[in-house]
């Protein structure tokens, strides 16, 4: 396989397992598609990986091979042939290779089939999970605001976290740490009125990556609005006007996040 054939199975794997990234990465620039799509897949495989099975240990040495495998990206030597990891080593650094990572360690709770005791647990885990993606897309772009990006990262995760609540309750894990109606709205409330970090304005190397977010606002305030909705796995909302709210968002129009 060429780099165009790995390119496309990126694309397929995104479309597959990450819809929304999917549509954002098809209305960013063709060079940036070459960047994300890569990393968007090593994400998608490494949030699947703890699920495929029912075994603690094998869950967590599917996720030790990712590991494994930034670590090789990041030492810039030779690198295991796979249809993921191969056009990976195209875009990332070492640093970047690094950052990516963060979000694979941290899902070895999953792995664990590990319960949300705290609220700082989570923000945690979504800081170390959609914080360091974000911030290893738009690096990879050529983005410098490290904090606005992980911030992004972090919206984008709190409103996925939420939409994900039904289907982490069906693998037996507690997704929330309260998970009354009122806790859940006021979980909700604080995610979305919280704007640390978001203060700067896009840049345009990092408008690409930050696309996959365009949903967050939206969905935070929906869960606020309606926490029940969030239980019942009906946050989603119906997809009439998404596509024309992403083309707006893609052309620069429109709220950021």
Not at 97 to 124: K, P
Not at 204 to 230: F, H, M, S, T
Request: glycine residues 8%; negative net charge; contains cysteine.
């Amino acid at each position: 396989m060429d780099f165009d054939d790995d390119l496309n199975a990126c694309a397929e794997i995104v479309e597959r397992g990450d819809p929304d990234r999917f549509r954002a990465t098809m209305a960013s620039p063709v060079a940036a598609r070459a960047v994300l799509f890569p990393i968007y897949a090593a994400n998608v495989e490494a949030a699947r990986a703890p699920f495929v099975t029912q075994e603690p240990l094998i869950a967590e040495m599917r996720l030790q091979w990712w590991v494994d495998a930034l670590a090789e990206i990041a030492a810039g030597g030779l690198v295991r042939r796979h249809e993921v990891v191969t056009p990976l080593a195209h875009v990332l650094d070492a640093e970047g290779a690094r950052v990516l990572s963060e979000g694979v360690e941290a899902r070895r709770r999953d792995a664990a089939r590990e319960d949300m005791g705290e609220v700082a647990e989570l923000e945690d885990y979504l800081r170390a999970t959609g914080g360091s993606l974000m911030w290893a897309a738009s690096r990879a772009l050529g983005a410098t605001d490290e904090v606005r990006a992980r911030a992004v990262g972090r919206q984008a995760a709190r409103a996925n976290w939420l939409l994900g609540v039904p289907a982490l309750q069906a693998r037996g894990i507690r997704p929330l740490p309260e998970m009354t109606l009122e806790a859940v709205g006021r979980l909700a409330a604080s995610w979305r009125d919280d704007r640390s970090g978001l203060e700067a304005v896009p840049s345009k190397a990092g408008r690409p990556a930050e696309l996959a977010a365009w949903r967050a606002p939206g969905i935070l305030a929906a869960a606020a609005r309606d926490p029940q909705a969030v239980l019942d796995g009906r946050l989603s909302g119906p997809a009439a006007g998404q596509g024309l709210r992403l083309a707006l968002r893609a052309a620069g129009i429109g709220r950021a996040v």
